[in-house]
């Protein structure tokens, strides 16, 4: 099983700043598999990135994807008041699905 | 849209099903998926189901977990039996995306509580 591990776990930091939320896969992801979700409290999880770097329909351009092979990051360059939430991080290619820890980005 | 329903409670050592309806779209054109998470706690994907009868889940709940497609009611079904309070969790419906190889749409999930 791939195991992914999503850093830091809380992020604190206050609106207007950017935000770089790390996932480091234990091997190698195919980028076409690499996902980021954004999940608010009492809500199901949303689409954000797919394909490590393409943004789903209806997502912020402050929201960016990149990297390859063991380590994908997810950087929001201004923090809007509704971007604190929960971020996870899901790759597929390979049985079992798994998604990572999260990072928890709140306001400093 | 995708709405879970089923008991919020069920008995330790009982069995958990969960229906979710699919509307707006066309239930043989996806894959489902299942996938929980417990308060507080991060996201588990549990299994996918396909119209055809393929299905895969995850080996943690292999032996205990079967999943399903309706198409006639438009459902897709969860079954988990043998439950412990350790599967107590919000439990989400989602559809695959081949285009975009991603769940791009999620129900509001469903918590149940396993519990005597």
């Known amino acids: 099983e791939i195991v992914l591990t999503q850093s830091p776990g809380t992020l604190s930091l206050s609106p207007g700043e950017r935000a770089t939320l790390s996932c480091r896969a234990s091997?190698?992801?195919?980028?076409?598999?690499l996902v980021w979700y954004q999940q608010k409290p009492g809500q199901a999880p949303r689409l954000l990135i797919y394909?490590?770097?393409n943004r789903a329909t209806g997502i912020p351009d402050r929201f960016s994807g990149s990297g390859s092979g063991t380590d994908f990051t997810l950087t929001i360059s201004r923090l809007d008041p509704e971007d604190f939430a929960v971020y996870y991080c899901?790759?597929?290619?390979?049985?079992?699905?798994?998604f990572g820890g999260g990072t928890k980005v709140e306001i400093k | 849209q995708l709405q879970e329903s089923g008991p919020g409670l069920v008995k330790p050592s009982e069995t958990l099903s969960l229906t979710c309806s699919v509307s707006?779209?066309?239930?043989?054109?996806?894959?489902w998926n299942w996938i929980r998470q417990p308060p507080g706690k991060g996201l588990e994907w549990i299994g996918f189901?396909?119209?055809?009868?393929?299905?895969s889940y995850n080996p943690s709940l292999n032996s205990r977990v079967t999943t399903s497609v309706d198409t006639s009611k438009n459902q897709v079904s969860l079954n988990l039996i043998s439950v412990t309070a350790a599967d107590t969790a919000v439990y989400y419906c989602?559809?695959?995306?081949?285009?975009?190889?991603?769940?791009?749409?999620w129900g509001q999930g469903t918590m149940v509580t396993v519990s005597s």
């Open positions: 707006g779209g066309s239930i043989t054109s996806f894959y």
């Open positions: 989602a559809r695959w995306s081949e285009s975009v190889k991603a769940f791009d749409v």
């Open positions: 189901t396909h119209h055809t009868g393929a299905t």
């Open positions: 091997q190698s992801v195919d980028s076409t598999y």
């Open positions: 899901q790759r597929y290619g390979s049985l079992p699905l798994t």
């Open positions: 394909g490590a770097s």
